[in-house]
């Protein structure tokens, strides 16, 4: 909390609350579409191609998951992902998401 001219605000930095909605959605049992893709990249502050290097796939390949929006990955795909960004954040995750 921190004082202001109307009255006491809630001060936080927007990546603390950035990287703990990235936190909830590798851990949920919820299928991963092209928009999480997009938002979980940008949390780990990765571009395109770098994301997807450190993945061993092409920028295309990420891009064509962004782009469809709403299309669920496979699962093999999911499961790279969802490591890879809870490595990356520092968050522990279970391992079960099935």
């Known amino acids: 909390m921190k004082e202001s001219l109307h009255g006491p605000i809630i001060d936080l930095d927007p990546s603390i609350l950035d990287k703990l909605a990235a936190g ?3 851990e ?3 299928p991963l579409r092209g928009i999480e893709v997009h938002f979980l990249r940008k949390v ?3 571009s395109l191609e770098r994301f997807a290097s450190k993945l061993g796939l ?3 390949t990420i891009f064509h998951w962004e782009k469809a929006k ?3 990955l496979a699962t093999v795909n ?3 992902v969802r490591s ?3 490595e990356e954040l520092g968050i522990e995750i ?3 998401f099935f």
């Open 70 to 72: 709403l299309d669920r």
């Open 24 to 26: 909830a959605i590798i």
């Open 78 to 80: 999911e499961l790279a």
């Open 94 to 96: 279970s391992g079960k």
């Open 44 to 46: 780990a502050g990765l």
């Open 58 to 60: 092409s920028a295309g």
């Open 84 to 86: 890879f960004i809870a």
């Open 28 to 30: 949920q049992k919820i």
